[in-house]
């Protein structure tokens, strides 16, 4: 099985920026997509950014040019540039991963990393 480990998040001000990490381990698979997602307090979880495996990417609208989602094949890391943050990006954000392996695909999440935005 995959796993994912998120590191990165912290408290920042707002107008700042922080970088989230995803490592993924696991051998003999391949990834379809990865992306980040976030559940802030009392919401629901939410896709936040995504890659896929043709390298295509898709934002959420509220993050579209504030964010920018990465990934590095030859390490397997997975990263979010979060730059002009505000307050309303404050939430616990998780790296989620679609794979296949052995000819069936299967999903892997994160533990999750906090990120909170205030002054």
């Known amino acids: 099985q995959v796993q994912l480990v998120e590191s990165g998040g912290g408290l920042v001000q707002p107008g700042g920026s922080l970088r989230l990490s995803c490592a993924a381990s696991?051998?003999?698979?391949?990834?379809?997509?990865m992306g980040w997602y976030r559940q802030g307090p009392g919401a629901e979880r939410e896709l936040v950014a995504r890659v896929r495996s043709g390298g295509s990417t898709d934002y959420a609208d509220s993050v579209k040019g504030r964010f920018t989602i990465s990934k590095d094949n030859g390490k397997n890391t997975l990263y979010l540039q979060m730059n002009s943050l505000k307050p309303a990006d404050t939430a616990l954000y998780y790296c989620?991963?679609?794979?296949?392996?052995?000819?069936?695909?299967?999903?892997?999440w994160g533990q999750g990393t906090q990120v909170t935005v205030s002054s």
């Open positions: 696991g051998s003999a698979f391949s990834f379809n997509a």
């Open positions: 989620h991963a679609l794979y296949t392996k052995d000819g069936a695909i299967f999903q892997a």
